[in-house]
């Protein structure tokens, strides 16, 4: 194996099958090219970046790191990005693993609980943080703490990413859906919901509402468990332990969907991508969606607005997620290279503004107060969804992009579609969430 | 005795030597020496290929072998000695017989058409339907196109509302389909993408086929008085036997190794309803970072295929003997 691959004259045979075995060697060693890159920047302290940012939110984060290297001098970044979902987690479990990791990357907080106890990230030290001004008082508590674990900072936020309900505000005008304030009339009831529905239904001449769940990996869990959350039904997943949920309150929510998926109020066989072209083309006036989508809602909507989840069910609530900067596991530091590090994620931070106008609630607040982000709409019609965010149970198999959201998602569809009965389909999610609880932790 | 023997000994060595330096004997028998240096030299041109076999292929199913027996992870823990653990488990693992129920059936439905079909197709083809190449063209073409290519198609066609088959439906006033929501359904609507997918390959087989069944057979059926359905039956399809019994081979392989179009089209859902077994060790090893007990799975499968190739073998065997 310690044969050199590169071919010396006079090239014989013999040494030509030695640099094949010397190359396949090197590959068998696990020494993959990408792992031969990393030493020139680990020479001149170069901070190493993965994101999983494809399209309008691709190219902002691009900017904002092209705006930290130039407010920060001597700062040299090398960004990588990789498609969203599963595979993108297990590119970074490996990495992490075999230690190869980049410097930072971003992580859904929903996964933190898969990865730091397992010893794949490093815990933030808070006085360096302190140092580039980043504080625990410039984030909402509630995102926050969901980046914490054993008492310990594992990641910063850098952005709230709610589900929500996107309206056309002309259609909504025609329905008499707006207030004198141009905006939506609040919606506080699950019956007034279905009437808002059916009212846009009678305008767009199809259904009033887009809701894209058909063999989606995630919709029908996020809409589920923001309007759970919303009943203030108790839950409890620990593992090793039966789980439990409120089987009132969950049937409630359940029918309710049932009731509005009637094709009329709502529609009811759309899948993810034919929901956002339904709204956007103007068949249906509303959409149950992730605020991420909205660049392509605002490109095709001249009128759009935007509120939190409409409060149905007592509590204020909207299903969401965090997207946040975390450390990697390293097998080697370097106190220059992790300074480094540490002004790129705080010059990120810094740079959110950029970002919120992707649709994303910037987690550091001192960004909600400038002048720039008050005049974005219909971003600030919904930032204080940002307030009271509800994310996945903290246990280690949930999370953005898991087969926990792929399993709760296929079973509600089912229920929201008449195919399993509510209670059926409460069992069933217990069933599956019981089997996870039980099954053996990979990290 | 003594003379008899010595001149035996004596002539041996002569007829030897007289048959080794004779040129046209020498290429027929070789001395060991030349036979071991092309021995040799025969080994150094198969190495890359070996090494590269060994490595990537002989290597991982030891290794996936051995991740079978622990509970290997991902993120790298887990990789001492479990036993049969994986095993047992896999075997009341209701979410795998589900996925293996799938395979099962989505061979099942795919193998029939795609033998029959082909057949069809590449018999209207031979006897000369107008437009010959036009024909072949089209039954061959999606054949080439990438599956994420071919899948995009059809997942706008089965699009709820304004798909081309459901903003049909509702246009002349019928209730719609819904071909990859409901469970009954889905499985169907992924067989027809696959058959008209993987169709080309199996028509191409049959079309060369038939075209090497000499045309005399024909020509004496027909001053025996055979008829067009005669001929079909007593010459063509019995010419074609083999090719049919490998097409058949292949395409059983083929069918319960899906994967792709399943993955890109409904991800296994709704419900898990066409998750195959491929897409299972997938989720269970890449998404949920089991790899020990994603390999147990494999080498599960593995055997059924084997065993499931053996039968066949026999029975085919048997068939066109």
């Not at chain 1, 439990?244 to 759309?270: H, N, P, W, Y």
């Not at chain 1, 509303?286 to 001249?302: C, D, H, Y």
């Not at chain 1, 509600?412 to 008449?418: N, V």
């Not at chain 2, 599960?300 to 065993?307: E, N, S, Y």
Request: charged content about 15%; some cysteine; aromatic content about 12%.
């Amino acid at each position: 194996m310690g044969h050199d691959p590169t071919f010396r004259t006079p090239v014989s045979r013999r040494s030509i099958l030695q640099g094949f075995l010397g190359a396949g060697g090197l590959l068998a060693a696990g020494g993959s090219l990408a792992g031969c890159s990393t030493s020139p920047a680990a020479a001149g302290g170069g901070v190493q970046l993965w994101d999983l940012f494809q399209g309008a939110d691709g190219v902002k984060m691009r900017g904002m790191i092209d705006a930290v290297r130039t407010s920060v001098s001597g700062l040299s970044v090398r960004p990588v990005t990789l498609a969203w979902g599963s595979p993108y987690y297990t590119k970074l479990a490996m990495s992490s693993a075999s230690g190869k990791a980049p410097q930072t990357a971003i992580m859904h907080v929903s996964r933190l609980a898969g990865y730091a106890p397992g010893g794949l990230l490093e815990p933030y030290d808070l006085d360096l943080l302190a140092e580039q001004g980043i504080r625990e008082e410039d984030f909402a508590p509630a995102v926050w703490e969901s980046c914490q674990y054993e008492g310990q900072l594992y990641a910063v936020p850098l952005d709230t990413h709610p589900f929500i309900l996107f309206y056309n505000k002309d259609l909504a005008k025609t329905a008499g859906l707006l207030g004198p304030d141009g905006n939506l009339t609040p919606i506080e009831t699950p019956d007034a919901m279905i009437d808002a529905g059916t009212r846009m239904g009678d305008v767009t001449g199809g259904a009033g509402i887009s809701f894209g769940h058909v063999v989606d990996t995630g919709q029908s869990w996020r809409l589920f468990w923001g309007l759970y959350a919303q009943t203030g039904g108790d839950y409890s997943m620990s593992v090793g332990e039966p789980a439990s949920i409120d089987r009132d309150k969950a049937r409630e929510v359940i029918e309710f969907v049932v009731r509005l998926m009637d094709g009329k109020a709502m529609a009811a066989t759309q899948n993810y991508p034919g929901a956002i072209s339904a709204f956007t083309s103007g068949q249906t006036g509303m959409i149950f969606s992730g605020e991420w989508e909205l660049p392509a809602f605002a490109a095709a909507i001249p009128n759009l607005g935007a509120v939190p989840m409409p409060t149905l069910f007592g509590t204020p609530a909207s299903y969401a997620d965090s997207h946040a900067w975390v450390l990697p596991r390293q097998l080697e530091h370097d106190p220059e290279r992790t300074r480094r590090t540490y002004e790129l994620v705080a010059g990120l931070l810094k740079q959110s503004g950029t970002w919120a106008g992707a649709g994303h609630i910037p987690a550091y607040l001192p960004i909600q107060d400038t002048p720039e982000y008050a005049a974005l709409t219909p971003q600030t019609e919904y930032a204080s969804a940002g307030e009271n965010p509800v994310f996945d149970p903290p246990v280690w198999f949930a999370g953005a992009g898991t087969e926990f959201q792929n399993q709760m998602s296929q079973v509600l569809s089912g229920a929201f579609t008449g195919d399993l009965t509510p209670d059926a389909a409460i069992d069933s999610l217990l069933s599956r969430i019981d089997a996870m609880l039980l099954a053996p932790n990979p990290t | 005795m003594s003379s008899l023997t010595s001149s035996n000994e004596a002539q041996a060595p002569v007829a030897a030597s007289g048959a080794s330096s004779a040129p046209p004997s020498r290429s027929r028998t070789k001395s060991a020496r030349e036979r071991s240096i092309q021995g040799r030299s025969g080994f150094w041109f198969v190495l890359p290929f070996a090494a590269a076999f060994a490595m990537f292929l002989i290597w991982p199913i030891l290794s996936g072998l051995w991740m079978s027996f622990t509970n290997q992870s991902l993120t790298g823990k887990g990789s001492e000695f479990a036993g049969f653990g994986n095993y047992s488990e896999a075997l009341g693992d209701a979410a795998l017989w589900q996925a293996l129920g799938n395979t099962v059936i989505f061979t099942l439905l795919t193998v029939v058409p795609l033998v029959v079909l082909s057949f069809i197709l590449a018999y209207l083809v031979y006897i000369g339907l107008p437009g010959q190449w036009l024909w072949r063209l089209s039954f061959f073409a999606p054949y080439l196109l990438p599956v994420s290519v071919a899948v995009a198609i059809w997942q706008w066609m089965f699009q709820p509302d304004f798909g081309l088959f459901n903003g049909l439906l509702l246009r002349a006033g019928f209730a719609q389909i819904p071909f990859l929501s409901e469970a009954s359904l889905a499985m169907f609507s992924v067989v027809v993408v696959t058959v008209w997918w993987t169709l080309g390959f199996n028509f191409l087989l049959y079309l060369s086929a038939l075209n090497n069944i000499p045309d005399h057979l024909y020509e004496a059926a027909s001053i025996d008085g055979a008829g067009p359905w005669r001929r079909l039956f007593s010459i063509t399809i019995p010419m074609i036997n083999r090719t049919t019994v490998m097409i058949i081979m292949l395409q059983v392989l083929a069918s319960l190794k899906v994967f792709e179009q399943i993955f890109l089209l409904t991800n296994g859902g709704p419900n898990g309803s066409t998750r195959s077994v491929l897409q299972y060790i997938y989720d269970v090893g890449f998404t949920g970072y089991r790899l020990g007990y994603a390999s147990a799975i494999s080498y599960l499968f593995f055997a059924l295929i084997i065993i499931i190739s053996i039968v066949q073998l026999r029975v085919m065997n048997r068939k066109s003997a």
